[in-house]
């Protein structure tokens, strides 16, 4: 399933796991967890954000919705299936 997932996402995280100049990173395995529990919390947000869409019938939410839930969806995919460079790449931490 991984390997399929990898294909699948592979534009995303060739951003993230290019080398740019071959400088050292660093990574922490902690750098993963919190990745993921940011990813869960923007998606919790663009749930409640649906559902209040949905009960206000407000379509000025579509925009929150639209840019936490990719947001989300970016974290659990970088810390899910990227390499230690793309978690550290996305940290910003080289």
């Known amino acids: 399933m991984k390997p399929t997932l990898l294909k699948i996402f592979a534009p ?4 993230f796991e290019a ?3 071959g400088s ?3 990574y922490s395995p902690s ?3 919190i990745l993921m529990v940011m990813g869960f919390l923007f998606l919790g947000v663009t749930s409640v954000g649906i559902f209040f869409a ?3 019938n407000a379509m ?3 925009l929150p919705i639209i840019l936490f839930g990719s947001i ?3 974290c659990l995919i970088v810390a899910g299936l990227g390499s230690d460079r ?3 790449k996305l940290w910003r931490n080289r």
Do not use: C, F, M, W
């Not at 995303?12 to 951003?15: A, F, K, P, S, T």
């Open 72 to 74: 989300g969806l970016l």
């Open 19 to 21: 080398p740019d100049d």
């Open 60 to 62: 000025a939410t579509l």
């Open 12 to 15: 995303i995280l060739n951003l």
């Open 24 to 26: 050292e990173y660093s």
């Open 54 to 56: 949905i009960q206000l």
């Open 31 to 33: 750098h993963r967890k």
């Open 86 to 88: 793309a978690v550290s």
